[in-house]
């Protein structure tokens, strides 16, 4: 039987499909937002016969020319790597090329939401930490996406033509997008491999600024790899249950200092924190990465042990809340399902160590942002 566009035979389906995907059209909306290195665009991928796909559009900076083809070839190895997957926590990559040579662009999964930041701090701007349930909500949720995307893409050994292993290697909660039907999406796989390729442009004060959610080893020049992604996760749980991993105030060569040292406060596990949830969180910020849970699934299945043993059930009915709320469509906060947990309190003031003088100095939570 005939098809107004293509025939379905197996020689000419290539030439057919590539005239179908020729009249595709991007329509860019609303900027969504930026990053350090990239503008994320709200947009419409148009086909033929009017079907419509919601999109974003992710733009990078130029590249600079004399590492062009490194971090071009970098990206797109990344990009070839989560393309192949499909997992509901981890946002799909549909297409990655480069506009006028020197800017590469993504088109991937809309995620129509917030992200983690945003709602880290709607929680601050209260003097709150994430509630429990939402926090093992979360961690589970991420994990499951990390192991997934190490899973699913096949192992390590990418060196021999194999495919590559999808570490994330740059997670930080603005890689955690939240949407409106509370999901958890993680995005930007693989970038810190493309930071390092671009390490000789990259300023000692982002290094810094990023220091709090990378791995000790990595710091100081390993490889990420699995257990890092444990390292990056425990220090978001660590973020939302209890707060910054470092004062806010520190400085940059201060930061880097600790975060090579793999500190976290010292009073850090709050007692309010359950037995079981401390020594997880433990395990996941040991400075030494043989001693963390050897994959994100390791540590998902004990996140949700804990979760079941408190009879916390999903949480996902709370994010879908707490997102709505944020985007301020949401339902008033006393219209909240009632079983959320309160709170967990957050201790006025931690006593920071300095890993190499071992001194110790107070500093007191970070303020709510200024709105
Ligand atoms: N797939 C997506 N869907 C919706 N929003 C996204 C998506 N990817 C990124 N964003 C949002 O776009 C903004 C910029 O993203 P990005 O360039 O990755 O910044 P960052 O360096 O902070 O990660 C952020 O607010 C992020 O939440
Ligand atoms: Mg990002």
């Known amino acids: 039987m005939g098809h107004p566009h293509f025939r379905l035979t197996r020689q000419e389906t290539d030439t057919a499909f590539g005239d179908a995907a020729a009249g595709r059209t991007v329509v860019l909306g609303d900027e969504i937002g930026s990053g350090s290195s990239a503008t994320v665009y709200r947009a419409k991928l148009v086909h033929a016969w009017g079907i419509e796909r919601p999109i974003a559009v992710k733009v990078f900076d130029a590249t600079a020319s004399d590492d062009r083809d490194a971090v071009l070839g970098t990206m797109a ?9 499909h997992h509901p926590n981890v946002a799909q990559v549909y297409e990655f090329g480069v506009l006028d ?56 050994d990418g060196a021999s033509g194999g495919r ?44 810094a ?43 940059d060569a201060s930061v880097l200092l600790h975060a090579r040292a793999g500190y976290v ?26 001693k963390r849970f050897p994959h994100a699934g390791a540590f998902a299945f004990e996140l949700r042990r804990i979760a079941l043993a408190m009879g916390v059930g999903d949480g996902r009915v709370f994010l879908r809340y707490a997102v709505k709320r944020l985007r301020g469509e949401g339902a008033p906060d006393d219209a909240m399902p009632t079983g959320e947990i309160e709170a967990v309190p957050t ?24 709105s």
């Open 209 to 251: 600024k990023r220091a709090a959610t990378i791995a000790p080893e990595v710091i100081g020049g390993d490889e990420p790899g699995p257990r890092s992604d444990v390292f990056s996760l425990g220090t978001l749980l660590w973020e939302m249950l209890v707060g910054p991993r470092f004062p806010r105030d520190l400085e």
């Open 164 to 207: 590559m292993c999808l570490v994330h290697g740059d997670l930080s909660a603005r890689e955690v997008l939240l949407s409106k039907l509370g999901e958890v999406k993680l995005t930007d796989f693989g970038g810190a491999s493309a930071a390092r390729v671009v390490s000789s442009i990259r300023s000692y004060s982002s290094v």
């Open 347 to 370: 201790s006025s003031d931690l006593v920071v160590a300095t890993p190499a003088s071992g001194t110790v100095r107070k500093a007191t939570r970070a303020e709510p942002p200024v």
């Open 101 to 156: 040579g020197a800017r590469p662009f993504v088109f991937e999964e809309l995620v129509d939401g917030a992200s983690l930041p945003t709602l880290i701090a709607d929680y601050e701007s209260k003097g709150q930490r994430v509630p429990l349930d939402l926090a093992l909500f979360l961690g589970v949720e991420i994990a499951e996406g990390l192991d997934g995307a190490r899973t699913g893409a096949g192992s390590c």
């Open 265 to 290: 406060h010292t009073t850090v596990f709050d007692p309010q924190l359950p037995a079981p949830l401390k020594a997880v969180l433990r395990r996941a910020l040991d400075p030494d990465p043989s």
């Open 77 to 85: 190895a990344a990009a070839r790597g989560v393309a192949q997957l």
